[in-house]
DNA sequence: CGTGAAAGTTTGATTGT
DNA sequence: ACAATCAAACTTTCACG
């Protein structure tokens, strides 16, 4: 009898852009729990604290990189060592609908090393950016560069962070309802 | 010929809220912007990339650890990978002024995992919260056992994310002019 | 999944500039 | 004060049971 080739048909567009969820266990979630708060552990120390080996925990770590699931490991600074250090948050509303106008946007968000994150919202504003600045001198500058004189913009608001509550870039990992 | 006893004096408030700006080189910069990107290299990969050996590069990073500035080392996952999630932007401004409806506001914010940023702000909005969601659904559902149902909530407004462009922690290290 | 041996990495004492 | 070298300790890796 045939079998039904589900496993090996052409990858969709769906596949590529948004990959296929991966499944987790709940030691699965216990692991990346603990290395979304502190990736400096050990194997063997994270296997003591989920109750495996370390290499059954290597193998599950592998298994979240080459998923994609594990993208990066990355360092985080303190601000406050750095002396005056300024966090903004800012609403963006461009002028028109152009596809072209806004990848050009968001090419700039990208390259300036300032703006540390940009999302595209729904509404009547089209993005939030936060950016991060030796202070309120500099943040209006930079405001003002990016987006007072940029032709495209229409409007901006920036707000001005006084203190940083949370900071983190962690994702709840929600048991399957 | 009595020594001003500058070095030896108590620590004042300041220093403990606000850690003395610690000095960076050239180097420092360098090394701080690799890791800050990626903290999987090696001591000998790092040392190579800024000329160091691997026990220089070590002393460095020991360094940022002891200062504080390195805080700490985190895995980043993905959200595409984990199925559907959504990341929102929520403005909240509260109804009084009060110190101790403030702080309690934080503790929330502090409590719920899927609040992954929240900054303190000024204007005429208190808070800028950043959270991760499965959907527009659980979405509203948050927003409103978080802000709607709150007493002292005095109004809301959230900007669901379509499109997360630039999401990173990464502060820009200015060189002293 | 666990074990264990080989390869690679970090650590710290020592010496040199 | 800071850098390089080297050897010991620890960590990661991977073939096998």
């Known amino acids: 009898m ?34 979304q708060d502190d990736a400096g552990r050990s194997l063997y120390e994270l296997g003591d604290e989920v109750g495996l080996s370390p290499s059954a925990v290597q193998r599950r770590l592998t298994r979240y990189r080459t998923s994609g699931l594990l993208a990066r490991q990355i360092a985080v600074l303190d601000p406050r060592v750095l002396g005056e250090t300024m966090t903004s948050v800012v609403l963006v509303a461009l002028d028109r609908e152009s596809e072209s106008l806004h990848t050009a946007f968001r090419d700039e968000m990208l390259a300036e090393p300032r703006v540390q994150q940009c999302y595209g919202i729904v509404g009547q504003w089209d993005y939030v950016i936060v950016h991060v600045t030796a202070g309120l001198r500099e943040s ?36 399957p309802d």
């Open 2 to 35: 045939p079998v039904t080739p589900i496993e090996s048909s052409p990858a969709k567009t769906q596949d590529i852009c948004v990959p296929r969820p991966i499944s987790l266990d709940d030691i699965d979630r216990h692991l990346l729990d603990l290395v």
């Open 140 to 175: 209006r500058a930079l405001s003002q560069r990016l987006f007072l004189d940029h032709p495209n913009v229409r409007r901006y608001e920036t707000l001005p962070a006084l203190e940083s509550i949370k900071v983190g870039l962690t994702l709840p990992l929600r048991a």
